[in-house]
């Protein structure tokens, strides 16, 4: 379907517009602010950002497959300039979500954003047409982009949101207008930007700020800033607040889940009326809890007496975001839980766990854990690395690890504390590539998490 037409852009743009030069037959089937981007039919915005003025790539994109662009020079043809293409951006956005009668989630919080999103577009494609932000375009450029790619005829609109500033989300939350508001949980992440977390927890409450009248909040109970967040949604006078969590408590509670394969669980969702048996095509215990997110999504949204979750049998784990990989190398086996993505502490946490637990259940030799630097820390960096290194030591835990391996600067500081664990540390991914398949044996399983700039990827790839 097209998303946008010669007539809806000038609506969209009216009060934007100075001058436009566009072919009356024009059919747009992409938004792009990326020229690099192999497009069809694209519309391509000139933005002037911080670094880079796509003004300069107006060649490029074309060549790429571009058809129009909204700019701020005016052109030999096919364009419309406007006063502030950065503003158009939000224009077309605010027309997008205004045509739609979809239902829209947005989604939000310092883990599992982007594992729950793609879960509950999973689970939702057998309701109806459903569009989800495309990898991690959850900053204020990337949700106005996300929802100028929104189809008007999608049943359901899912948009991640993402920030590392107070009053980052509260725009975007007010753009998007969702009927669901998602916070996945609040933990220390970004947090060089912050006072403390509990600033983190009023940064992600912002997503409460474009609800609908009738809208719902879903947050997470066993998050320390349950209270807080449930006070800043009765503030805006927001009545329907449910939760989800391991609480007994929750309005939708993990009960219990059985891991009986590499990828393949069963999960015993409790609410307060029913009991909900479903399976889940991962044995990592962050995405089945994320999965209990989707119960209660589906249960407030589609107000149905049995929903629909088969298709969360056919989920997969992203690269970097828990995807599981067997690699042979040498006459070595060695199964790679990679996590290389982005960390934080909770996420190390639960990752560690995950891989003693897939160690068990599979049977195999060892477990050898490699951690690179949380980044975006400011002064809490050092607590915050020294938090991971009594997760290390803890006794039940370091009875169950074989080896540890810290690649950076401050997760070499931590070794000293590992007792007795052996350890081999690293200043960058580069001199820890040179040296994995030396470390790693047959039969292991190697867990790999760090924040992005670490790099992490060039250790996979070299057993790969």
């Excluded at 915005?45 to 909204?70: P, Y």
Aim: charged letters at 25%; hydrophobic letters at 40%; glycine letters at 6%.
């Amino acid at each position: 379907m097209t998303l946008w037409t010669k007539i809806e852009l000038l609506e969209a743009l009216a009060d934007e517009i100075l001058e436009y030069q566009i072919p009356d037959n024009l059919e747009i089937d992409e938004v792009l602010i990326d020229s690099r981007k192999i497009t069809k039919n694209g519309l391509f915005i000139a933005i002037r950002g911080e670094n880079n003025d796509g003004h300069k790539f107006l060649t490029q994109t074309f060549e790429n497959g571009s058809i129009l662009a909204i700019v701020e020079e005016t052109q030999q043809k096919n364009f419309i300039k406007v006063k502030d293409s950065f503003l158009a951006l939000y224009k077309l956005a605010e027309f997008s979500r205004n045509r739609s009668k979809a239902k829209i989630i947005a989604i939000t919080g310092s883990v599992g954003k982007t594992s729950t999103k793609e879960l509950l577009k999973l689970a939702l494609e057998n309701y109806g047409k459903t569009f989800a932000t495309i990898g991690n375009l959850n900053n204020h450029f990337g949700v106005p982009l996300s929802l100028c790619n929104f189809s008007k005829d999608c049943d359901f609109g899912i948009f991640e949101m993402g920030m590392n500033h107070l009053n980052e989300i509260t725009p975007l939350s007010k753009l998007a207008k969702p009927h669901l508001a998602i916070i996945t949980n609040v933990a220390p992440v970004h947090i060089e930007f912050f006072k403390n977390e509990e600033e983190i927890a009023l940064a992600k409450s912002e997503i409460f700020a474009g609800l609908t009248s009738d809208g719902i909040v879903l947050i997470n109970k066993d998050n320390q800033h349950f209270n807080f967040l449930e006070a800043q949604a009765q503030k805006l006078n927001i009545k329907n607040i449910f939760s989800f969590g391991e609480n007994s408590k929750s309005d939708y509670c993990l009960k219990e889940f059985i891991i009986d394969g590499i990828s393949h669980s069963k999960i015993l969702v409790k609410t307060k009326n029913d009991e909900i048996k479903y399976q889940i095509s991962t044995s990592n215990k962050a995405n089945i809890f994320n999965s209990v997110i989707i119960v209660g999504a589906l249960s407030l949204l589609l107000k149905e007496p049995k929903i629909n979750l088969e298709n969360l049998n056919n989920f997969k784990e992203k690269s970097g975001r828990g995807e599981i990989l067997e690699v042979n190398f040498n006459n070595k086996k060695v199964t790679i839980i990679d996590d290389s993505y982005n960390a934080s502490l909770p996420s190390i946490s639960s990752g560690i766990d995950y891989a003693i637990s897939l160690k068990k259940s599979l049977n195999k030799k060892r477990v050898v854990i490699l951690l690179g630097d949380m980044l975006e820390l400011g002064e809490k960096s050092v607590a915050l690395h020294e938090e991971v290194s009594k997760k290390l030591a803890t006794n039940n835990i370091a009875n169950d690890i074989d080896f540890v391996i810290l690649v950076g600067e401050e997760m070499s500081k931590i070794s000293n504390k590992l007792n007795s664990i052996s350890y081999q540390t690293f200043k960058n991914s580069e001199l820890a590539s040179n040296e994995i398949e030396n470390i790693v044996e047959d039969n292991d399983v190697l867990y790999v998490k760090g924040s992005r700039g670490m790099k992490l990827e060039k250790i996979i790839n070299k057993l790969k």
